[in-house]
T-cell receptor
Framework: DAGVIQSPRHEVTEMGQEVTLRCKPISGHNSLFWYRQTMMRGLELLIYFNNNVPIDDSGMPEDRFSAKMPNASFSTLKIQPSEPRDSAVYFC????????????FGEGSRLTVL | AQKITQTQPGMFVQEKEAVTLDCTYD???????LFWYKQPSSGEMIFLIYQGSYDQQNATEGRYSLNFQKARKSANLVISASQLGDSAMYFCAMREAGFNKFYFGSGTKLNVKP
């Protein structure tokens, strides 16, 4: 079975550019989460969706960040404009809410903003 | 208040010995789940073990067991017979069933010495 698929795995961009990170959750899962991981701040929950509906976006740092889930099999996290402090590993994870609900993580997208 | 607290930033253990990683949690939701994840240096997040708030017995998965003390709100991970491959970052997490929101601790970096 395919796990959570994230792309790109690595992204290097310049300050001010738009960055789009993509995620395909595990088929049948009904919750999707975006996390950011840095050495300084650890794992931070940015936003999560239940049944494609955003439930809590209080972790989104500022208006430069936006996330969408147009259907059950795809989500994007967009940063516009990007800044060096956005450099981090961004994880997408999905879960089946009705079961034990453990998160299945993608391999992460490592973003470097110069 | 922190939802998940891991008080051990780093730990050392001798190969083949057992080690306990501490985790305390805070919630008023009567239905919740507790999870442990392993993050090796390669970066992926690996699900290890789950404990439900209504489970009467401590969860076990191979060499991993979860010491669940509900009254103390603690969910310590016990790794028996440590192996060199156990060297990694370990995260404790909690899922509150009501909103399906996940909280992660700051992690414990475990080093297994030969």
């Amino acid at each position: 079975d395919a796990g959570v698929i994230q792309s790109p795995r690595h992204e290097v961009t310049e300050m001010g550019q738009e960055v789009t990170l993509r995620c395909k959750p595990i088929s049948g899962h009904n919750s999707l989460f975006w996390y950011r991981q840095t050495m300084m701040r650890g794992l931070e929950l940015l936003i999560y969706f239940n049944n494609n509906v955003p439930i809590d976006d209080s972790g989104m740092p500022e208006d430069r960040f936006s996330a969408k889930m147009p259907n059950a099999s795809f989500s994007t996290l967009k940063i516009q404009p990007s800044e060096p402090r956005d450099s981090a590993v961004y994880f997408c994870a999905s879960s089946l809410r009705e079961n034990t609900g453990e998160l299945f993580f993608g391999e992460g997208s490592r973003l470097t903003v110069l | 208040a922190q939802k998940i607290t891991q008080t051990q930033p780093g730990m050392f253990v001798q190969e083949k010995e057992a080690v306990t990683l501490d985790c305390t949690y805070d919630t008023s939701d009567p239905s919740y789940g507790l999870f442990w994840y392993k993050q090796p240096s390669s970066g992926e997040m690996i699900f290890l073990i789950y404990q439900g708030s209504y489970d009467q017995q401590n969860a076990t998965e191979g060499r991993y067991s979860l010491n669940f003390q509900k009254a103390r709100k603690s969910a310590n991970l016990v790794i028996s017979a440590s192996q060199l491959g156990d060297s990694a970052m370990y995260f404790c997490a909690m899922r509150e069933a009501g909103f399906n929101k996940f909280y992660f601790g700051s992690g414990t970096k475990l080093n297994v010495k030969p």
